[in-house]
């Protein structure tokens, strides 16, 4: 039995729940509104303060669904409360991040500036020169945004310049060495 998928989901003040058909959830909190459709197998039901997730059978594909769907429940339940951040650093000479309006703009060693649009629903500051807080009540595109940052110029082990996650630790390697 799924350890995740069996535990159940306690919904705190303020939030509304609502499942329709086709597994169609509604989440409404403080922070905003997320909708999402889920696998049409697994049966979601609201007990009172809390939700839970069954599977119709022991199928592989079911057991995988069902840790999914309590999870993803779980996320849009924590995002319209607490919401999502990921902070990201940007190290090395001349390397800076700023903001103009919506827009993102990083100068990363490139003969250009590389400006970023910010998506729907997410919101970008810029602490200081060097660091990035990607915030939003959607966990993926938060995680996605970021990572769309981060692949503008990956960290390289060498230096360690480029844009890393702020709790990401590099592994650095030892440059060449001169011949003897």
């Known amino acids: 039995m799924s350890r995740i998928g069996r535990m159940p989901?306690?919904?705190p003040a303020g939030v509304?729940?609502?499942i329709a058909e086709n597994n169609q959830v509604t989440v409404k909190g403080p922070k905003g509104t997320l909708e999402r459709v889920l696998p049409a197998e697994m049966m979601i039901e609201k007990d009172g303060e809390e939700i839970k997730v069954s599977r119709p059978n022991d199928l592989k594909k079911m057991k995988s669904?069902?840790?999914?769907?309590?999870t993803l429940i779980h996320n849009m339940i924590?995002?319209?409360t607490d919401g999502y951040e990921?902070?990201?650093e940007v190290n090395g000479v001349g390397y800076r991040a700023a903001k103009q309006g919506k827009k993102l703009v990083l100068?990363?060693?490139f003969s250009h500036p590389v400006e970023m649009e910010d998506p729907e629903g997410i919101e970008v500051t810029v602490d200081g020169q060097?660091?990035?807080i990607?915030?939003?009540?959607?966990?993926e595109k938060v995680g996605q945004y970021a990572a769309e940052i981060r692949e503008k110029r990956k960290p390289e082990p060498y230096k360690g310049k480029g844009i890393k996650y702020a709790d990401e630790v590099i592994r650095r390697k030892v440059g060449k060495t001169g011949k003897k």
């Open 9 to 11: 989901i306690a919904i």
């Open 16 to 18: 509304t729940v609502d």
């Open 65 to 70: 669904l069902h840790g999914l769907t309590r």
């Open 78 to 80: 924590v995002g319209v």
């Open 86 to 88: 990921k902070r990201l």
């Open 107 to 109: 100068s990363l060693g």
């Open 130 to 132: 060097n660091l990035i």
């Open 134 to 139: 990607v915030k939003g009540i959607d966990k």
